[in-house]
């Protein structure tokens, strides 16, 4: 039941018939509780809606980090916006595998993530390069004269830089 | 006619006890090393390393939740992760001993940091291939952690061995003194080579193998000397500690043995 075809058909799309689509939409709204300014389908968190063979509507979640503490907050609101909208049926499954990886982020939460002052993951998948080599732009500045002060910060997701051209500090959120 | 059909479920319900134990084994060093890790919260050398040994930990936990969830499971018995974490008395906990020993100064936290991510990073790269899917699925996310685990603790041992030479001198006291725990890590007993044979994992003699290397590369750069190979006298994943774990777990269960199944 935890095919990786559900990460495909998430990623790309896929057919979705009209109460898929709405639910996505639905999904879309539910923000992500430590970024706010991300939704959870920005996150790639969502891995599949999809009206299955026993009528009722499978909506699979991924955590993003084994240890976020946000992942059962996540779960919740998954939960209550679904029962909100009338899906209380709805069956909330949590998927392993294929793991969440950064490279799910999609083109428009990387562009909300910059533009609230994160320096987006770098757009290559995180396994074809070396993420500690990789520059990073600053989220403010532009400049790719930065430097990175700790692996770690303020959340699982995020690393600690600096810019050396405006000075400011930033949190890069991390490829893996 | 019930002596072939008998056999095979006495050999699963065999094989069952092994991989929960297994399971749990990971588990508990995952849960007991993140334990030790959250004692640095608010006591680290700056403020970035505090935040990295309280995230490496969260990461620890994270993992230690799913695999105690899933050796739950396993066994049948209705326990869960919070029963499994603290319900069971340290002779029941079958984490590595290197795992419970105290954090001491920054090197040895680091020293036993790095020694066990390496050890982490090539057996969960080994058990993403598992003959069982939900441990492949657990190891494949928690190896993506692990490798930044180790980037950290790696990127600190040279830093430290190849620093100062007091950074070096508390380094090597450090690796003195935890080296004897590794051979643990190295040595397979009946239970790995169960699970070696039923394509669980793979056998421990190829990760320990690939972690002696990449230990010793590591090693050179950081200019710290190996020590001499030492015999084998820790059981710690067979329930046989030191007495620091009685300690921690100690500090770890608090709450829920002075109060049984208190909530939030």
Known sequence: MRAAGHSAEALAGGVRTATEQRVWQLLAAVPDPEIPVLSIVDLGIVRYVRSAADGRLHVGITPTYSGCPATAAI?????????????????????????????????????????????????????????????????????LTT???????????????????????FDHFKCI | MSVPAAAPARR??????????????????????????????????????????????????GQARLLLTYAGEIEGKGRDEDALAYLRDAPEFVNLTLAEQPNGDFAHTIVRQWLIDAWQLELYEGLGAS????????????????????????????????????????TQQALETLWRFTEELCTPDEIDERMA?????????????????????????????????????????????TEHLGHLLGEMQHLQRTYPGVRW
Do not use: M
């Open chain 1, 147 to 169: 430097e990175r002060i700790s692996e770690f910060g303020s959340t699982p997701c995020k690393a600690h830089y600096r810019c050396r051209a405006c000075r400011e500090p």
């Open chain 2, 197 to 241: 044979a039923a394509g669980i994992a793979a056998p421990l003699t190829v990760a320990a193998e690939r972690w002696g290397q990449r230990v010793a590369a590591d090693l050179r750069q950081a200019t710290l000397a190996p020590p001499a190979r030492q015999p084998h006298p820790w059981h710690g994943k067979r329930g046989v500690h």
């Open chain 1, 75 to 143: 779960h919740d609101a998954t939960r209550a916006a679904l029962d909100e909208a009338g899906h209380a049926d709805a069956l909330l499954e949590e998927v392993l595998s294929p793991p969440w990886t950064s490279d799910w982020v999609t083109a428009e939460g990387r562009a909300k993530l910059a533009a609230f002052g994160i320096a987006p993951p770098a757009a290559a998948p995180a396994a074809a390069r070396d993420a500690a080599a990789a520059p990073v732009a600053c989220p403010r500045c532009g400049s």
């Open chain 2, 12 to 61: 699963d319900r065999a094989l069952n006890e092994a991989l929960f134990r297994y399971v749990l084994r990971l588990a508990d060093t995952s849960l007991v090393l993140g334990q030790r890790l959250g004692e640095w919260v608010g006591h680290a050398p700056a403020l970035e390393e505090d935040l990295g040994l309280a995230n490496l930990a969260l990461d620890l936990i």
């Open chain 2, 131 to 170: 003959a069982d899917t939900r441990l492949a699925a657990i190891a494949a996310k928690a190896v993506k952690e692990t490798r930044y685990h180790y980037r950290f603790s790696s990127g600190w041992l040279v830093r430290l061995g190849d620093g100062t030479a007091e950074s070096h001198a508390r």
